[in-house]
């Protein structure tokens, strides 16, 4: 009877013991897990940095880093001849506007894109799902053949317009989702529809259009950071700002809302309310970024894509890192639309298309050998 005592208890140690290991073998797993996906985001975040330096260093006329630090820096005269003042002036209004709004148009694009996977449970969703882009797209048209102007600026008009459609065409699908109550498959479905019917009206103005006309449509809809002022800069970046701290606070529901949406609601996530406000956000940051730079197409597809690859399903790093991924994405692309073919400037949602879609491919390709 002691014998079998001794004997249990023994084993019950053995049990405690070899729990105890496990449990201090999950907790390594879960800090160099932690610690890699920090590291990842660390090295976006540096990456951001570095494309943004080139893409100001670089462009028709080379401006060499050693006198770009002369300029910024007490005293840099000593290291290399400071840039005159043509070359500052060139700096300040026209590079640094284009790294400005990339990193914008970037972070709010991509955070629009995953959100809106998240809210349709849909990973081939992105931000013009609900027909943005056509429909700012038919705005832009009308307010370029009406020769439309906001306080005397046609720019401003073809911007306001823009907006104003991509707007109202989001709110619609929101509201037909929030009428027949299908929740996501009534947002993809409005979506794709009203796409179609801003497609063809857009293609119906093109169609009326004179050469002048249809030359100035067409250029909008390739997408040119080019175009966009610090005014038009700081007021994309606030709306941007304002959803991605949205975004931020909300991660951890958005976590639930991958277990469906009953679960979501057990855990005590208000699925209705959150979908409309995430819906809000990313109508209101797509619609700014796109009637301030044109159509740029495929960065809130592939930036939480990317991001879920490096460091997973937890929304509390893949959302970051999706904002820079995507910040990083424009930024290449603007540099590599400046360099390849200089002088000419190649639009920037021309090369993001051209350039991202076979490493995307690649990428899924990759992803699907990895898995098996």
């Not at 084993?11 to 013991?17: A, C, F, L, S």
């Not at 797993?29 to 540096?46: E, H, M, Q």
């Not at 277990?259 to 209101?284: F, H, K, M, P, Y």
Request: charged residues 10%; positive net charge; proline residues 3%.
């Amino acid at each position: 009877m002691t014998a079998t005592v001794s004997a249990q208890g023994r084993d019950d140690t053995v049990g405690q013991v070899s729990a105890h290991g496990r449990a201090a073998a999950d907790r390594r797993v879960i800090l160099r897990t932690r610690r890699s996906r920090r590291l990842v985001l660390a090295v976006s975040c540096v990456l951001v940095l570095v494309l943004s330096w080139a893409g100001v260093v670089n462009g028709v006329t080379d401006i060499s880093s050693a006198r770009l630090l002369a300029t910024l820096l007490p005293g840099g005269d000593r290291l290399a001849t400071p840039l005159d003042w043509n070359e500052w002036v060139a700096v300040v209004q026209l590079r640094l506007p284009r790294i400005a709004m990339a990193v914008v148009a970037g972070v709010g694009l991509a955070l629009a894109g995953a959100t809106m996977q998240i809210i349709t449970a849909n990973p081939m969703a992105s931000p013009f799902t609900t027909g943005i882009s056509n429909a700012a797209a038919f705005g832009a048209s009308i307010a370029i053949m009406a020769g439309l102007s906001l306080g005397g600026s046609r720019t401003l008009g073809t911007i306001a317009f823009a907006f104003i459609g991509a707007v109202l065409c989001s709110l619609l699908v929101f509201a037909i989702a929030a009428v027949t109550r299908m929740g996501p498959t009534a947002i993809i479905l409005a979506g794709i529809a009203l796409s179609y019917l801003f497609s063809a009206l857009a293609a119906g103005l093109q169609y009326v259009a004179d050469e002048q006309q249809l030359s100035s449509i067409i250029h909008w809809t390739f997408g040119d950071l080019g175009r966009a002022t610090w005014p038009q800069i700081g007021i994309a970046a606030g709306v941007v700002f304002a959803a991605s701290l949205h975004a931020r606070f909300n991660s951890t529901n958005y976590q639930r809302f991958a277990a469906g949406d009953d679960v979501a609601r057990s855990l005590g996530v208000q699925v209705t309310r959150l979908r409309l406000e995430t819906g809000l956000a990313i109508t209101l940051v797509a619609a700014t970024v796109i009637s301030v730079t044109g159509v740029i197409g495929f960065v809130g597809l592939v930036a939480p894509h990317i991001a879920s690859m490096l460091v997973g399903a937890d929304e509390r790093y893949r959302l970051p890192l999706t904002a820079t991924v995507g910040a990083s994405v424009i930024l290449a692309a603007d540099l590599l639309g400046r360099l390849v073919l200089s002088p000419i400037i190649v639009p920037v949602g021309i090369v993001v298309s051209l350039v991202g879609v076979p490493v995307f491919l690649w990428l899924i390709l990759r992803e699907g050998r990895w898995s098996r």
